[in-house]
């Protein structure tokens, strides 16, 4: 079963949305019509009674979006080696005193270097897919890399000891 999403219009309110899940749970969304917004889950039995109902501020709600965005890319990633024989996923954090904080990504010749893929970065939860070579890598961020034991072995040894 695909995603399903349901809008109803609150005459004088605002609007809900419900994501159905896959066993039939309803998750709404009510955005009232002066911008607030509220978290509701409702009841199995009855999708007209709401159980909980959380008030949700702008930053809350961007906050919970990038955690969802951000876990559904990654365990895809996960998928993705699980199905892979001798290929791995690992997330190396960008220390302070790397050489490569503060400039393009490009510099660090991973996949020529190492043979390994750089295919995300995640910096302050969010994360940046496919990031283009001058995409510039700061000290915190985290580079998600997909390749060999070997090489991702490599790649962490370059970004955090490397003199490039």
Same mark, same amino acid.
């Given at each position: ?14 609007v809900r949305h ?32 709401c159980r909980v ?6 930053? %809350? !709600? ?6 969802? @965005?951000?876990?559904?890319? +990654?365990?895809? &990633? =996960? $998928? #993705? ?56 890598? %700061? !000290? ?6 997909? @390749?060999?034991?070997?090489? +991702?072995?490599? &790649? =962490? $040894? #370059? ?6």
């Amino acid at each position: 079963m695909g995603v399903r999403v349901e809008k109803s219009d609150l005459p004088g309110i605002g609007v809900r949305h419900d994501l159905i899940t896959a066993r039939g749970r309803r998750i709404g969304v009510v955005t009232f019509r002066d911008g607030r917004r509220e978290l509701a889950i409702f009841d199995l039995d009855d999708p007209d009674r709401c159980r909980v109902s959380i008030p949700v501020t702008d930053p %809350e !709600a961007s906050t919970l979006a990038e955690l969802l @965005g951000a876990s559904v890319v +990654l365990s895809k &990633l =996960s $998928e #993705l080696t699980d199905d892979a024989a001798g290929l791995f996923t690992e997330h190396i954090l960008i220390p302070s005193d790397s050489f490569y904080a503060g400039r393009p990504l490009g510099d660090t010749k991973a996949r020529t270097r190492t043979g390994v893929s750089i295919v995300a970065v995640v910096r302050d939860k969010k994360v940046i897919a496919s990031p283009t070579p001058d995409f510039t890598i %700061e !000290a915190g961020d985290a580079v998600i890399a997909v @390749g060999t034991r070997p090489g +991702l072995d490599s &790649l =962490s $040894e #370059l970004i955090v000891s490397g003199t490039g």
